[in-house]
């Protein structure tokens, strides 16, 4: 599976952005889609994650309650919103997909290219 994703910018503190993450291919359902994110001088951090279905979604402490991640199976496309945005969230954000559950970068193979998301104070 191909991912692109898109939807970065500039947003000021407390602020919102939605990311999108266009997949390839009829398979897209099996896939648990992945969004992590990375800042300069930093290891890429797991943000969350979203079943194949769609039911089950699981979020890293740091962004629990302000952002949400959902997918439109049949667009093919993933989502993650962003709001109340803190100059912390300011990172590349990049999505993954894998066939197993874990924040572990290494259980996702199919990558996207990173959108660049930087939040002002």
């Known amino acids: 599976v191909q991912l692109q994703a898109s939807g970065g910018g500039l947003v000021q503190a407390g602020g919102s952005l939605r990311l999108s993450c266009a997949a390839s291919?009829?398979?897209?359902?099996?896939?648990?889609m992945a969004w992590f994110r990375q800042a300069p001088g930093k290891e890429r951090e797991f943000v969350g994650r979203?079943?194949?279905?769609?039911?089950?979604?699981y979020y890293a402490d740091s962004v629990k309650g302000r952002f949400t991640i959902s997918r439109d199976n049949a667009k093919l496309t993933a989502y993650l919103q962003m709001n109340n945005l803190k100059p912390e969230d300011t990172a590349v954000y990049y999505c993954?997909?894998?066939?197993?559950?874990?924040?572990?970068?290494?259980?996702?193979?199919?990558w996207g290219q990173g959108t660049l998301v930087t939040v002002s104070s």
């Open positions: 993954a997909a894998g066939i197993s559950y874990g924040s572990d970068p290494h259980n996702y193979p199919y």
């Open positions: 291919g009829r398979t897209f359902s099996r896939y648990v």
């Open positions: 979203i079943s194949g279905s769609g039911i089950s979604t």
